[in-house]
């Protein structure tokens, strides 16, 4: 991996963009955050940026449970980790010999599909929420196997909290203790076995320190600013975006 001071100034910018991004994600505006993995990927390539945002995200996450965590919802975290654990074992054993792309455009097709059903939903106002545990299963393997793979699981936990319809702040307390613990879990994984954080990534991961807190910062005000009830449409709207990116990005 170069030096951080050997990359030109639009990369560095691309890269500055990223941490900002998660830092926006992390505070609340979820579904964004895929935008800034696939700015990582595009500079690092997929699996070594994986190495450099999961320090960033550890940091943010401890960030947003010390914001947010009067507001968990604990039942759920009970409910979708252990599926997340196993999704996240999964991705250990599987991950090295899997095409990134093909797996990427796969993921992206099943996260559009669900949000058109979530539309569909929205569309004929139900209320009903999914109470066949195979949903609650199916999303925590899938969110669990893609954050390892490429700390993409935000998209399966944001359909699973729209589908379970929780308010704004319980969505994002809940999503905020569920993550610290999947990202800390991930990480000796990253370390001794993948090998894909090094003193290099530490020190990229410090330039991107100060855009990470301004992000997190502004995304808190961002946050305040949207209504309860506008909350839902702006988290499939990002959803949709990441997915899209996800989607089309080689």
Not at 13 to 36: E, P, R, V, W, Y
Not at 39 to 49: I, N, Q, R, W
Not at 216 to 232: P, S, T
């Amino acid at each position: 991996m170069e030096t951080f001071a050997q990359y030109p100034a639009s990369t560095w910018l691309i890269i500055f963009f990223a941490s900002f991004f998660i830092g926006l994600g992390k505070a609340g505006l979820k579904g964004i955050d895929m935008l800034s993995v696939t700015l990582m990927a595009f500079v690092f390539g997929s699996k070594a940026s994986t190495g450099i945002v999961l320090p960033l995200l550890c940091l943010s996450d401890i960030a947003a449970v010390s914001y947010y965590n009067r507001h968990a919802k604990w039942v759920h975290f009970w409910k979708i980790t252990p599926w997340m654990i196993i999704g996240i074992l999964l991705g250990i054993y599987v991950g090295k010999d899997m095409n990134e792309v093909l797996f990427r455009k796969i993921m992206a097709v099943i996260i559009l599909l669900t949000i058109v059903i979530i539309l569909f939903m929205e569309s004929r106002k139900s209320k009903a929420v999914p109470t066949n545990p195979l949903f609650v299963v199916g999303t925590g393997l899938a969110a669990g196997f893609t954050t390892m793979l490429g700390n993409l699981a935000g998209a399966f936990s944001n359909l699973y909290f729209l589908a379970m319809r929780l308010e704004k702040n319980d969505f994002i307390g809940t999503a905020a203790w569920i993550f610290l613990f999947m990202n800390l879990f991930k990480l000796p994984f990253q370390v001794f076995l993948w090998k894909n954080i090094s003193i290099q990534s530490i020190q990229i991961d410090a330039y991107l320190l100060p855009t990470l807190i301004i992000g997190f910062l502004v995304g808190l005000k961002l946050v305040d600013k949207v209504k309860e009830e506008h909350y839902r449409k702006l988290i499939i709207i990002l959803t949709l975006i990441g997915s899209l990116f996800m989607f089309f990005k080689r």
